[in-house]
C-alpha cells in the first residue's frame, strides 16, 4: 500500500554511509528528504548524488536533512562514494541507506514490480519535523530529479505552514502569494499589511509576507 500525504513517515533502522540510524531520531527536529536509487555505479544517480552534496548549504538554510536509499550492500556504497566525489567536484556531506534487505523499499513503496522486480525506483518523500510526510514524488529511472523544484516544494511548504497563504503556479521564494479563501477580504486587510489585490473574490494576491 503506497503512504499518502499526511501519514507518518515509517521509522526504521539501518545502516548507512555514516554509520547505523534509527530515521526518526536521525530526522530529529528538522526537515527531512529521502530518496532512493535503482543502483548503486548507475550514471544518473552519480550525478545526483553530486548535486545533493552540492547543494548542504541550501538545505541547511531550510533546516533539511537529506538521504538517500539503494538497495545495495554498504560495501557498494563505500566504493561508490568516491566515483561520486571525482567525477562531481564534490565531497560527499549526507548519508546513503544500504537497504539490501529492502524493507526500507518495501515499508516506503519504492519496488515498482511492473517497472522493475528487484531494484527502486526514483521516489523522493519530503518529511516535516513531526514525521509526517508533505511530499511525494516518483520519476522512472532514465530521468534525473530536479532538486531546485524539491527545494522549491520545501520553500513552499514552510512558508504555507506558518502563514493563510498558498503558493500559486511556477512560484519561487519571493514572489506574490494567495491568500487563503478561508480568510475574509476584511480579515486579510488586518492580516497581510502589505495590501493585496482582489482578481476574483477567491483569488487575491499579496506579497510574500516572510519577505521585507
Request: glycine share 4%; charged share 30%.
Amino acid at each position: 500500500m503506497s503512504l499518502r500525504l499526511g501519514e507518518e513517515a515509517p521509522n526504521f533502522k539501518a545502516k548507512t554511509t555514516e554509520g547505523e540510524i534509527d530515521f526518526h531520531e536521525w530526522l530529529g527536529d528538522s526537515w527531512g528528504v529521502l530518496y532512493s536509487h535503482p543502483a548503486d555505479f548507475t550514471p544518473v544517480c552519480t550525478t545526483e548524488l553530486g548535486r545533493t552534496a552540492a547543494l548542504k548549504e541550501e538545505f541547511a538554510k531550510r533546516n533539511a536533512k537529506v538521504i538517500a536509499l539503494s538497495v545495495d550492500p554498504i560495501e557498494d556504497h563505500m566504493k561508490w562514494l568516491s566515483d561520486i566525489e571525482e567525477t562531481q567536484n564534490v565531497k560527499m556531506n549526507f548519508p546513503i541507506i544500504a537497504d539490501s534487505d529492502k524493507k526500507v523499499a518495501v515499508a516506503y513503496d519504492m519496488i515498482h514490480p511492473e517497472a522493475d522486480q528487484k531494484f527502486t525506483v526514483r521516489s523522493v518523500f519530503v518529511i516535516d519535523p513531526n514525521k509526517k510526510i508533505r511530499l511525494t514524488l516518483t520519476y522512472p529511472p532514465s530521468t534525473g530529479r530536479n532538486f531546485h523544484e524539491i527545494l522549491r516544494v520545501i520553500d513552499s511548504l514552510q512558508l504555507t505552514d506558518n502563514y493563510s497563504v498558498a503558493t500559486p503556479v511556477d512560484w519561487e521564494d519571493g514572489q506574490e502569494v494567495v491568500i487563503s479563501p478561508a480568510i475574509s477580504s476584511e480579515d486579510a486587510k488586518d492580516k497581510f499589511p502589505k495590501g493585496f489585490k482582489e482578481i476574483k473574490p477567491y483569488l487575491r494576491m499579496t506579497p510574500q509576507p516572510n519577505k521585507d
